[in-house]
C-alpha cells in the first residue's frame, strides 16, 4: 500500500496546481475587481450584495471606468494597482501566489487587515462544529434507519419511512433552518433556542459543564437542520447496500445451513455491506463542510468559514478566497485519499497496488 499512497500523494500536486489554475483564470475575468472595489469606496458608490443585485454597483463601476476612473490620478490608480499586485502579469501574479501557497504562505487580506491564516483559523472551529457533529448524527441515523428498511423491505415501515426520506431529500436544507427557526428560535411561535453564535456572551464565565451545555444548545438548531436535509441519501445507500448483499449466494447458504438470521444479518452482509458507507465517511464530512455550511451558517449567524468565504467574493478579496480554496481542496484531496485506505482497513482483502496494475 505505500507505493499506492506514494502515487496519490503525488498527483495531489497537479490536481491541486489545475484546479487554483482554472479558478484563477475564471475569477480574475470577472468584473469588478479588488482596484475597482477600491475606487468604487473612494468615490463612495455602493458595491456590496444589495447593489450587486440589482446591478447597480457594476453599472456604477463601469460608468467610473468608461470616464477614467472619474478623474482620478492615474499616478494614484497605478499605486492600487501595484499594492494589490495588479501591475504584474497575469502569469507571474499566479505563480508567485503558488509559490507562497506551497508553504501556507496566504497573505494578507485586503480588506479585513489580518493574514489569511489567522482568519481561517479563527473560523475554523465553527465550520468543524457544523460539518463534524451533523456527519456523526446522520451516519448514526441513517445506518440504523437503512438496515431496519432493508430488513423490512416492503413493510409499513419501509413505506411511511420512505415518505420521511423523501421529503428530506426532496426540501434543501436551509428551509429546513428557516423553519427551525420561526419556530424554535423566537421566529413566531416558542423561544426555546439561541438563534446567534455557537456559545453566549458570558462563556467565558460558565462552569465547565455550563460551557458544554451552553455549546451544546447553540448547536441544536444548525446541526438539526443540516442533519434534516442530509440523511436521507446515506439511508439510501444504506438501504440498497443491504439489500444488494442479502439477495447474494453466500447468504442464501448460510441460511440453508441453518444460522440465525441476525448473525447472518450482522456476522456476514454488515462487514461487506458498510463498506461503501463507512468509508465515504470522509468525503461525507468534506461535502457537508463545502457545502452545506454557507446558508447555514447565513441563517444562524454563525462566524464561520463559509460565512468568511461568501463575504470575501463579494468584496473580492482575493486573498481570502484563494487562501480558502486552496485550503479546502487540499483537504478534500487528503480525505479522499484517507476514503480509500478506509476500504483496505475495513477490508484488508481490498488491494489498490493490484488494481493499479
Known sequence: MSAYIIRRLLLIIPTLFGIMAINFIIVQAAPGGPVEQMIAQLKGLDVGATARISGGGEQAIATDKSRGKHGLDPEFIKQIEHMYGFDKPLGERFVMMMKNYAVFDFGDSYFRDRKVVDLIIDKMPVSISLGLWATLLIYFISIPLGIAKAVRDGSRFDVWSSSIVIVGNAVPGFLFAILLVVLFAGGRYFDWFPL??????????????????????????????????????????????????????????????????????????????????????????IGILFTGALLTEIIFSLDGLGLLGFEAAIKRDYPVMFGSLYFFTLLGLILSLVGDLMYHVIDPRINFEKLDR
Open 196 to 285: 446567534r453564535g455557537i456559545v453566549s456572551e458570558n462563556f467565558s464565565e460558565l462552569s465547565t459543564f455550563g460551557q458544554i451545555k451552553d455549546y451544546l444548545w447553540h448547536m441544536v438548531l444548525p446541526v438539526g437542520s443540516l442533519v434534516i436535509g442530509g440523511f436521507a441519501g446515506l439511508t439510501m445507500l444504506t438501504k440498497n447496500s443491504f439489500m444488494e448483499e442479502i439477495n447474494k449466494q453466500y447468504v442464501m447458504t448460510a441460511r440453508a445451513k441453518g444460522l440465525p438470521e441476525r448473525k447472518i444479518m450482522y456476522g456476514h452482509v454488515f462487514r461487506n455491506a458498510m463498506l461503501i458507507v463507512v468509508a465515504g465517511f470522509p468525503a461525507a464530512f
